[in-house]
């Protein structure tokens, strides 16, 4: 036999033979609501996962039918006919009110679960979940057996307020101003007039306004779980764009910093997922990735030391479906960083 056709069948054999260990490890996971954005985004996150397989996927209108993601025909089912017990975790992306039940049900056929609704989180009035927020919750997260996966708009606040909470750096009874802008995905995937294109399209709008956004009592009960007392101010916009979310947070201090970002580059100076920046992120930083990027910059012309807080993150990823996978993969021992794209 020719040596290098020998050493090279050999190299094929031994790449079959890892080809095949890494299939018969993987995980099966399960997702619950396929055809909304989030979900499909899972979907996709968990095809690339080198050890996670994806043992059913549901989207009960669509149920009977397939979808094309990645150069992959998915199966669709409805939710009842879901073999939940199959998986290892179930991806709940159901809508919000509707997922509850659906989590108790998985939890009962012997799965564990991450719920991306906001049945859960807390705010609900609903205990016994693990809050996912993985950066500030990894042992909690990993022993869970209900994670409730945080929603974008706090995302992009909690993470970026959380290092001045812990030290206890905000003034007592402060106002915290939070504006964030939001692409049309995070609204969902529902047909209504006013996430039509030429309703979004060349135009910019805020919404939820009087401080009645649904995200704010999840905001106000992680604020109150660090010792905060603050009143939050949030008002929502809407971007004419596909992903991404954009908040600027006023927040008044008990006394100027010398340096502004060091609060957080101490918090999350190990952190894989979080990017502290001396310029104000971008949209383009961010769409794609399951990254944070967040920059602080002291305020002139106040009365009191005033901080602009700064965060841009990918409402799909970071936002919803990467931190699902990240919390996914504390909770089943693997790399937290495994299948996502940093």
């Known amino acids: 036999m020719n040596t290098n056709s020998g050493k090279l069948r050999q190299s094929i054999d031994a790449n079959r033979v890892h080809d095949y260990a890494l299939q018969v490890h993987k995980r099966p996971v399960g997702v619950l609501g396929a055809s909304g954005y989030a979900g499909h985004q899972l979907c996709s996150l968990i095809q690339r996962h080198p050890s996670l397989d994806l043992a059913f996927a549901t989207a009960h209108d669509q149920r009977g039918t397939s979808a094309r993601i990645d150069g992959r025909t998915i199966p669709l089912v409805a939710t009842d006919d879901a073999r939940l017990g199959d998986a290892e975790i179930v991806f709940c992306a159901l809508p919000h009110g509707s997922s509850h039940e659906w989590v108790t049900r998985a939890r009962g056929a012997g799965a564990r679960v991450v719920d991306l609704s906001s049945d859960l989180r807390p705010g609900s009035g609903v205990d016994g979940a693990a809050y996912g927020l993985t950066e500030l919750a990894r042992t909690k997260v990993a022993g869970a ?46 047909l209504r007039q006013e996430l039509m294109f030429t309703e979004v399209s060349e135009n910019y709008r805020a919404y939820g306004v009087g401080n009645t956004h649904a995200h ?3 905001m106000r009960a992680f604020t109150r779980s660090m010792g905060a007392d ?18 600027t947070m006023t927040v008044p201090l008990e006394f100027a910093l010398d340096d502004v970002l060091e609060p957080w580059q101490e918090a999350y100076s190990n952190e894989p997922f979080v990017e502290i920046t001396t310029e104000p992120p971008t949209l383009r930083e961010v769409v794609h990735r399951n990254v944070i990027r967040i920059a602080a910059i002291a305020l002139s012309g106040t ?33 937290e960083c495994a299948g996502l794209p940093a």
């Open 145 to 190: 057996g209900i994670v409730a996966n945080p929603g974008c708009y706090p995302t992009s606040v909690l993470l970026a307020l959380a290092p001045l909470f812990a030290r206890g750096l905000v003034a007592d009874g402060a106002t915290i101003t939070i504006n964030s802008a939001s692409g049309v995905s995070g609204a969902g995937r529902s």
């Open 216 to 218: 704010l009592n999840e």
């Open 230 to 247: 603050v009143d939050l101010v949030f008002t929502p916009h809407l971007l004419p764009v596909a992903r991404g979310i954009l908040s």
């Open 303 to 335: 009365r009191v030391p005033t901080l602009l807080v700064l965060s841009a993150l990918d409402n799909l990823m970071k936002g919803a479906a990467g931190q699902a996978i990240q919390n996914a993969n504390l909770m089943l021992g693997l790399a």
